[in-house]
T-cell receptor, first 113, second 108 residues
Framework: SAVISQKPSRDICQRGTSLTIQCQVDSQVTMMFWYRQQPGQSLTLIATANQGSEATYESGFVIDKFPISRPNLTFSTLTVSNMSPEDSSIYLC??????????FGSGTRLTVV | AQRVTQPEKLLSVFKGAPVELKCNYS??????LFWYVQYSRQRLQLLLR??SRESIKGFTADLNKGETSFHLKKPFAQEEDSAMYYCALRAAGNKLTFGGGTRVLVKP
């Protein structure tokens, strides 16, 4: 099954700044997914990233706040823009993996101060 | 819209006791359901999915369409089963919807 390398693993950022999270997959995948996991809560899908087209955002998430790039079939980035403390969360990327499930990155723990 | 509910945030059992994690879903289409597990300091990983009807690490889960449930069971819990468990539903567009998660603590 696919293996995803995600970085950074954690960061502490000042409010108003932006952070870009990267995910590298060791095989080509058509779709990648970005999730947010707020403290004490479950995973919420932010958007689906397809290569060669704009990302599809879920309700409550917008491109200006969470721009996504998908330059090829093995890589994607998510930027958290103009951060506020409410953006403090774990951010995860995911891609279809073995046994028809999904494989996940190790997560980025973001703290905004 | 689809929804996945895990009513228990925490399950605490003794080693060797049975454990059952509840999962209920709502979805208008034909559901595809999964259980994911996250051990301490590890990434989220697939435990099992309903289509394969397999037993992984002694865990089983049966899809009950009448009750819209996909409960996860293990007859004899082990300490290494302590982890966070998420029930998830795959809908159109290959998107996963996760339940709120259940933390399992197996005491010696």
């Amino acid at each position: 099954s696919a293996v995803i390398s995600q970085k950074p693993s954690r960061d502490i950022c000042q409010r108003g700044t932006s952070l870009t999270i990267q995910c590298q997959v060791d095989s080509q995948v058509t779709m990648m997914f970005w999730y947010r996991q707020q403290p004490g809560q479950s995973l919420t899908l932010i958007a689906t990233a397809n290569q060669g087209s704009e990302a599809t955002y879920e309700s409550g998430f917008v491109i200006d706040k969470f721009p996504i790039s998908r330059p090829n079939l093995t890589f994607s980035t998510l930027t958290v823009s103009n951060m506020s403390p409410e953006d403090s969360s774990i951010y995860l990327c995911s891609a279809p993996g073995g046994r028809d499930g999904y494989t996940f990155g190790s997560g980025t723990r973001l703290t905004v101060v | 819209a689809q929804r996945v509910t895990q009513p228990e945030k925490l399950l605490s059992v003794f080693k060797g006791a049975p454990v059952e994690l509840k999962c209920n879903y709502s979805y208008s289409g034909s559901p595809e359901l999964f259980w994911y597990v996250q051990y301490s300091r590890q990434r989220l990983q697939l435990l099992l999915r309903h289509i394969s009807r397999e037993s992984i690490k002694g865990f089983t889960a049966d899809l009950n369409k009448g009750e819209t449930s996909f409960h996860l069971k293990k007859p004899f819990a082990q300490e290494e089963d302590s982890a966070m468990y998420y029930c998830a539903l795959r809908a159109a567009g290959n998107k996963l919807t996760f339940g709120g998660g259940t933390r399992v603590l197996v005491k010696p």
